[in-house]
């Protein structure tokens, strides 16, 4: 379960071996000179369809890391969108890749960056990101303009709105996604759309997306921005023949480019994933009670959702996550709210090394109030993705916890690469209070994982409803 660089006469070929399974990675396009573990390792996947994962070490998502990182993954995409497509070279690309590679003056750079008059774009513009994995990456790339609004794709159900964009990732564990613009202007007005995910495989899902937009709202100009590109010839194919027959044009961009190829089987063990189900009791059933913050951030969208058990949630969405769409200016109201919470949660820490768990989607917000809580911060979040954890050295996934979803009943949530007894305190990021006895699984895990202290931050609670 180790990887190697091959020896062969080709030092752009990478091989990652996965028990019986290889992954063979040949680098073909890498415009900032990024080694391939600065950005990605892998992992054994549990999926039928393809049983390997790219594990990104730069999005806060599977991998604990540095809050400053994903949002510098963010703005280099950002960054490399303009010099590509509008031929504008940013001023602060050199630093911000640097920074990326050698992790030092993250906090300066991108303190740097912000403080920048955000990039006009030429024509309004519709960033996408890609639930769940991208909801973060999507939203830091469109922190940079101007003339810009972000829409976040969705699992969840909300009976009270019409999904007005339906597709499908054809390769997930979770194929549906949803979009909820409350604003239908959101979707008809901009002239260029760009899809943001962490890696394009096959690129069937941008495909998908992109037909869904352009019989429903047509466009002729998309953009998709990935930090991997995976593609083959065959399916570069495919996106020709789709500007072909719709008389669009796709533009593609991203931070590394190549072709896998991969052989022999994939692990293929039982899974059970789902833990038991709790009693009603609520935290009386745990040792020690979590602490509770509650944010109570009034900028809410008034929706509920249900899940597949039949169980509504009554208690509202923050805005402010662009699940339901955001404006640039929208955007500025943020940024000043992380710092200010963060300010305020840096006083509470009590802990040198602190890890802050994102939930899900909601990946953003808790990323950017992180960055300002301080040094010794870890960040990343839970995510529904099965993989196989293994502690074996240069293996994506040294360890890993699953608890029963709050929000979606019926699914596993997954916490990885967290050591047992590392962390002294973990603040854990959950967008809107649920009832509490659906928190038990996740404070019970992270309990198991031997952190002191456990506090809860709820973007809203129940009362605002």
């Known amino acids: 379960m180790n990887n190697t660089i091959s020896s062969v006469c080709l030092p752009k070929i990478h091989t990652y071996n996965l028990g019986d399974q290889k992954v063979s990675v040949r680098i073909e396009n890498n415009p900032f000179d990024f080694l391939p573990e600065t950005l990605f390792c892998l992992a054994a996947r549990k999926n039928k369809k393809r049983g390997f994962l790219f594990v990104s070490n730069v999005l806060g998502k599977h991998v604990p890391v540095d809050p400053y990182v994903p ?34 003056n993250m906090k300066k750079v991108y303190g740097t960056v912000l403080s920048r008059v955000r990039c006009a774009l030429p024509e309004e513009t519709l960033f996408i990101g890609f639930a769940e994995t991208a909801t973060g990456l999507g ?9 810009a609004h972000y829409l976040h794709t969705t699992r969840e159900q909300i009976p009270l709105l019409a999904s007005e964009l339906n597709f499908n990732e054809d390769h997930s564990h979770a194929v549906n996604h949803r979009c909820y613009p409350l604003d239908l202007e959101l979707l008809m007005n901009p002239k260029t759309v760009i899809l943001v995910d962490d890696e394009i495989t096959t690129g069937n899902t941008a495909l998908n997306i992109i037909r869904a937009i352009y019989y429903k709202f047509p466009k002729t100009s998309f953009v998709v921005l990935s930090l991997l590109d995976w593609r083959t010839s065959e399916n570069r194919a495919n996106f020709t023949m789709l500007e ?50 509650f944010l109570d951030l009034r900028d809410v969208v008034s929706v509920f959702s249900e899940d597949s058990t039949g169980y509504q949630n009554y208690t509202p969405y923050l805005k402010l996550t662009g699940r339901f769409g955001l404006s640039s200016s929208d955007n500025l109201e943020t940024l000043s709210l992380a710092r200010k919470i963060g300010a305020e949660l840096k006083n509470d820490r009590i802990g040198t090394k602190t890890l802050c768990l994102g939930t899900g989607e909601f990946m953003y917000f808790p990323m950017l109030i992180s960055a300002y809580m301080g040094r010794g911060v870890s960040y990343h979040s839970t995510t529904r993705s099965p993989i196989y954890a293994f502690a074996r050295p240069h293996y994506a996934i040294q360890s890993g916890f699953t608890y029963r979803c709050s929000d979606e009943w019926s699914i596993a949530n997954y916490v990885y690469n967290v050591p047992l007894k590392y962390y002294e305190e973990v603040y854990v990021f959950i967008e809107r209070e649920v009832r509490h006895e659906r928190l038990i699984p996740m404070v019970t895990m992270l309990r198991e994982l031997g952190i002191p202290r456990l506090v809860l931050v709820l973007g809203v609670s129940a009362v605002n409803g």
């Not at 939203?139 to 003339?147: E, G, V």
């Open 71 to 104: 949002l510098l993954a963010g703005a280099a995409l950002a960054v490399q969108y303009l010099s590509e497509i509008h031929g504008v070279d940013h001023v602060d690309t050199q630093d911000i890749i640097q920074a990326l590679k050698s992790k030092e």
């Open 244 to 293: 072909q027959q719709l008389d669009i044009k796709i533009h593609t961009v991203s931070l590394l480019e190549g072709e896998i190829t991969v052989s022999g089987d994939s692990i293929n063990e039982q899974i059970n994933d789902v833990t038991p189900s709790f009693g009603s009791n609520v935290f009386t059933k745990l040792n020690v009670l979590p602490e509770l913050k």
């Open 139 to 147: 939203h830091a790339a469109f922190s940079l303009f101007d003339n």
